[in-house]
C-alpha cells in the first residue's frame, strides 16, 4: 500500500504562486503514475495534472496549462505542483493521487489518495 500525504496549501491572492508537495510512504512509488486532482465546493473532482513513473511525460488540464508545473523525485518519494498565475477559480481542495502503471486523466484509475490540502485564492 501506499500512503500519500499533501501540503503546501493555504491562502493567496490572485496571481500569487504556491507549490504543493505529495509525500508518499508504505512502498516505492517510482513504478507509479502520480495525479493532482482538485474539488471545489460542489463540484465534482476534477483532473488537473499527472506525471508518468520517471517524470518524462506530463499531462494538464487545459484550464491549468501553462500556469502549473507537475513533477516527481522518486528518490524523497515526493510529487510537486508548482502553481503560478493563481487565479480565484483555482480554490479547491487539491489531492495528490496514486496509480501503477501509466498517467491517466480519470480519478477512477487511481488506487491510493492522499486527504487532501486546501488551496484559497483570493480576488
Known amino acids: 500500500q501506499v500512503q500519500l500525504a499533501e501540503s503546501g496549501g493555504g491562502l493567496v491572492q490572485a496571481g500569487d504562486s504556491l507549490r504543493l508537495s505529495c509525500a508518499a510512504s508504505?512502498?516505492?512509488?517510482?513504478?507509479?503514475?502520480m495525479g493532482w486532482f482538485r474539488q471545489a465546493p460542489g463540484k465534482e473532482r476534477e483532473f488537473v495534472a499527472t506525471?508518468?513513473?520517471?517524470?518524462?511525460?506530463?499531462y494538464y488540464a487545459d484550464s491549468v496549462k501553462g500556469r502549473f508545473t507537475i513533477s516527481r523525485d522518486n528518490a524523497k518519494r515526493t510529487v510537486y505542483l508548482q502553481m503560478n498565475s493563481l487565479k480565484v477559480e483555482d480554490t479547491a481542495v487539491y489531492y495528490c493521487?496514486?496509480?501503477?502503471?501509466?498517467?491517466?486523466?480519470?480519478?477512477?484509475?487511481?488506487?491510493?489518495w492522499g486527504q487532501g490540502t486546501q488551496v484559497t485564492v483570493s480576488s
Open positions: 493521487a496514486s496509480r501503477y502503471g501509466s498517467p491517466e486523466t480519470g480519478a477512477r484509475a487511481y488506487d491510493y
Open positions: 506525471i508518468s513513473r520517471i517524470g518524462i511525460s506530463t
Open positions: 508504505g512502498r516505492t512509488i517510482s513504478n507509479d503514475a
